[in-house]
Antibody
């Protein structure tokens, strides 16, 4: 069974940084692209970033203006999202997911809450 | 930048009715990279349709996807009580549409 477990969510002050982790199990991690998507309270889904299977290519939403960075460790079967220069607008549940056929996000974690507030 | 729009914003229907949800892209795209997701309150999204019309594992056949160019459709042939949720389209592992709420009339 595919399992994705996000961690690292917390309350952080504006301007702060945070690293989210996504621990994967139940599938061959090195065969899959990984992704992060976020959802602000009461809002829709916002794609954040993708990383290819070997970690050599990353793609980030332009709206993030270079503040976030996706990475992965194929030895630890984990994906990461580094969040920098956080603002209150970054408050959201952050989901990791696998990207399978035709770029579709086929397995999702339960999400982790990041709250940016002073 | 590709922009996805969805209509209607809210669709109020009764169980047993047919639901037709629209997703439009700001430019013509490859059909096979269009996906649809369902999300219920307090849950992560669930993949319904990938590659325009292929149902994900375990998705019942009352869900179908179609379209081409810039206009795409998710159809739920006969609404079941568990289908009342928010539906999102997505293109090529990137931006999502704003979503359509399917609620009970």
């Amino acid at each position: 069974e595919v399992q994705l477990l996000e961690s690292g969510g917390t309350l952080v002050q504006p301007g702060g940084s945070l690293r989210l982790s996504c621990a994967a199990s139940g599938f061959t991690f090195t065969n899959y692209w990984m992704t992060w998507t976020r959802q602000a309270p009461g809002k829709g889904l916002e794609w954040v970033a993708n990383i290819n299977a070997d970690g050599s290519q990353t793609f980030h939403a332009a709206s993030l203006k270079g503040r976030f960075a996706i990475s992965r460790d194929n030895v630890k079967n984990s994906a990461y999202l580094q969040l920098n220069s956080l603002t209150v607008e970054d408050t959201a549940v952050y989901y990791c997911a696998t990207a399978g056929l035709a770029g579709a996000f086929d397995h999702w974690g339960q999400g982790v809450l990041v709250t940016v507030s002073s | 930048e590709l922009v996805l729009t969805q209509s209607p914003g809210t669709l109020s229907l009764s169980p047993g009715e047919r639901a037709t949800l629209s997703c439009r892209t700001s430019q013509s795209v490859w059909n096979t990279l269009l996906s649809w997701y369902q999300q219920k309150p307090g849950q992560p999204p669930r993949l319904l349709i990938h590659g325009l019309s292929l149902r994900a594992t375990g998705i019942p056949d009352r869900f179908s996807g179609s379209g081409s160019g810039t206009e795409f459709t998710l159809t739920i042939s006969t609404l079941e009580p568990e289908d009342f949720a928010v539906y999102y389209c997505q293109y090529n592992g990137g931006s999502f549409g704003p979503g359509t709420i399917v609620d009970i009339k």
